[in-house]
């Protein structure tokens, strides 16, 4: 049996979710206890949504904890990884320990596209040393749709009581126009740095270009990710030949995007001009002109 690790590192509202479920109900499969660890996304301070991270004051909330025990993997909590990133790679080579029929596990976490260099050589060298084949996948969206999508599950969670937003964001939706919502919190968010190191897909592509073989790198749009012959080329980077993957999910989306209102041609041309790189590289390796619809 081989002994992959996948590192999904995004993008955010690209589908990333959709492929670690697919992935982890595979019996050859298992994706830990997380469904995102979000762990070098804090210890390298990306910007965020949260307060920054502070590993004292972290040893100071768990002092009272047991440390990971190595013969128990269910001992290992995020916050240990945190504490000491060798109990992360500790608790992936224990999924192996008592399945025989395993091949694969991995974390998928959208944050990890704004991961430096530095961190990626990180990552699969401590990986390696556990005997692990690191393999990339990088889903990207059409710039414009991928902050739309953010915008909307903010504003979801905006108008259920209790539910957390920055702060920001939160005093910028009260004073807002009920029914421009979606245009006001967009033109907010594309340059805000929370969101842009996200959509920045050329950075992320170079970055992993100068750690990692281009053969064990998987890129797809999001928007042709749903179709046969996507799912046949990743099944074969993924070394997992009887994997079946759910094609009614692209009608899933469909459905939604019936639902929505309008960005404005003004705004949607704004931040296809921000993002005038990242479009220019995407329709030079991926044809993306031909499923991205721009403005």
């Known amino acids: 049996m081989h002994k992959d690790f996948i590192l999904g590192v995004g993008c955010q509202k690209g589908g990333t ?16 206890f997380q469904k995102e660890y979000h762990v070098f996304d804090r210890l390298y ?13 972290l040893k100071i909330k768990y002092k009272d904890l047991n440390l990971p025990n190595k013969n128990d993997p269910s001992s290992y909590q995020r916050e240990h990884f945190l504490l000491d990133p060798q109990n992360y790679y500790d608790y992936f080579e224990s999924l192996f320990l008592n399945n025989k029929i395993l091949s694969t596990t991995g974390d998928v976490t959208p944050a990890y596209a704004g991961l430096p260099i530095e961190a990626f050589k990180k990552l699969k060298e401590k990986l390696e040393e556990k005997q692990f084949k690191v393999k990339v996948i990088f889903l990207m969206r059409d710039p414009i749709e991928r902050i739309w999508s ?26 807002a126009d009920e029914n421009n919502l979606d245009n006001i919190l967009v033109k907010y968010l594309y340059a805000d740095p929370r969101c842009e190191f996200r959509t920045r897909y050329e950075i992320t592509i170079n970055n992993l270009e100068k750690v990692f073989d281009k053969e064990d790198i998987f890129y797809s749009l999001y928007e042709n990710l749903f179709n046969s012959e996507t799912f046949d080329k990743l099944s074969y980077f993924l070394n997992i030949p009887d994997i079946n993957f759910d094609k009614d999910e692209r009608k899933k989306q ?14 949607r041309k704004s931040i296809f001009d921000y993002y005038h790189e990242t479009y220019k590289i995407c329709d030079d390796r991926f044809n993306s002109s031909s499923y991205w619809q721009y403005y």
Request: aromatic share 8%; proline share 3%; hydrophobic share 25%.
């Open 45 to 57: 301070d990306l910007p965020k949504f949260s307060t920054k991270f502070n590993k004292n004051s």
């Open 150 to 175: 953010h915008a909307r599950m903010t504003i979801e969670r905006y108008k259920v009581k209790g539910k957390k937003i920055p702060s920001d964001y939160q005093s910028l939706l009260d004073s």
């Open 17 to 32: 979710t959709w492929l670690r479920s697919q992935l982890h109900r595979h019996e050859t499969c298992d994706f830990g």
């Open 254 to 267: 469909r459905v939604k995007k019936e639902n929505q209102k309008q960005l404005s041609i003004k705004l």
